[in-house]
């Protein structure tokens, strides 16, 4: 960072990172979305569908995720959670899965095209980020999907970690949550389904 000519990054937080941790200016350049290809829909006849799209890593939180669904099952509201990706978690989110007795209401679907996942959010009711800092300290800087999913009509829920909060704005555009909070998320997640 410190030698290169120019250091660029996708939101305030990582800014005042980098410039705290490296001691030099830091661009921001937020992430684009080609409009033309991610028209926008009305989401509000889709099928209670919660929606996960990311790599099967601690840091993208869907093990909060299926908590939370399983909260949502247990108290009778309808909803089926879809989680895109594949990665070191698969087995565990699985067992977790198997454990819920969720083998029916949430389904793994392992890596997809790009226009697969576009579809997924295309139906889906809710676009769920529960994103989290990993044990190791590894976090995401500002989801893409969260901007695509936007872009497609899909209401978005995501956590108050790194540059989430500056895509969502909560109440306007979507709903933050904490992260590690199943049950805030649960309750987001039935908020925007109703």
Same mark, same amino acid.
Request: hydrophobic share 45%; glycine share 10%.
């Given at each position: 960072?410190?030698?290169?000519?120019?250091?660029?990054?996708?939101?305030?937080?990582?800014? %005042?990172?980098?410039?705290?941790?490296?001691?030099?200016?830091?661009?921001?350049?937020?992430?684009?979305?080609?409009?033309?290809?991610?028209?926008?829909?009305?989401?509000?006849?889709?099928?209670?569908?919660? *929606?996960?799209?990311?790599? *099967?890593?601690?840091?993208?939180?869907?093990?909060?995720?299926?908590?939370?669904?399983?909260?949502?099952?247990?108290?009778?509201?309808?909803?089926?959670?879809?989680?895109?990706?594949?990665?070191? %978690?698969?087995?565990?989110?699985?067992?977790?899965?198997?454990?819920?007795?969720?083998?029916?209401?949430?389904?793994?679907?392992?890596?997809?095209?790009?226009?697969?996942?576009?579809?997924?959010?295309?139906?889906?009711?809710? *676009?769920?980020?529960?994103?989290?800092?990993?044990?190791?300290?590894?976090?995401?800087?500002?989801?893409?999907?969260?901007?695509?999913?936007?872009?497609?009509?899909?209401?978005?829920?995501?956590?108050?970690?790194?540059?989430?909060?500056?895509?969502?704005?909560?109440?306007?555009?979507?709903?933050?949550?904490?992260?590690?909070?199943?049950?805030?998320?649960?309750?987001? *997640?039935?908020?925007?389904?109703?």
């Amino acid at each position: 960072v410190r030698e290169a000519a120019q250091v660029v990054t996708v939101s305030r937080f990582n800014v %005042e990172f980098l410039e705290r941790t490296h001691g030099r200016r830091v661009s921001l350049v937020y992430n684009g979305v080609p409009l033309e290809s991610f028209p926008y829909t009305s989401p509000a006849e889709r099928a209670p569908v919660v *929606l996960g799209v990311g790599r *099967l890593i601690e840091k993208k939180g869907f093990r909060d995720l299926v908590e939370a669904i399983a909260l949502l099952v247990r108290e009778g509201t309808p909803v089926r959670g879809v989680i895109v990706g594949d990665g070191e %978690e698969r087995e565990a989110l699985a067992a977790c899965i198997a454990a819920h007795d969720l083998e029916g209401h949430v389904q793994l679907l392992g890596a997809r095209t790009p226009e697969e996942v576009k579809a997924h959010m295309r139906e889906a009711a809710v *676009l769920a980020a529960p994103c989290v800092v990993a044990a190791d300290g590894d976090r995401d800087g500002l989801p893409t999907v969260l901007l695509e999913a936007m872009a497609l009509g899909t209401p978005c829920v995501g956590t108050d970690v790194t540059g989430i909060p500056e895509a969502i704005t909560e109440g306007e555009t979507g709903r933050i949550v904490p992260q590690h909070d199943p049950v805030a998320l649960a309750n987001a *997640l039935r908020g925007l389904l109703h």
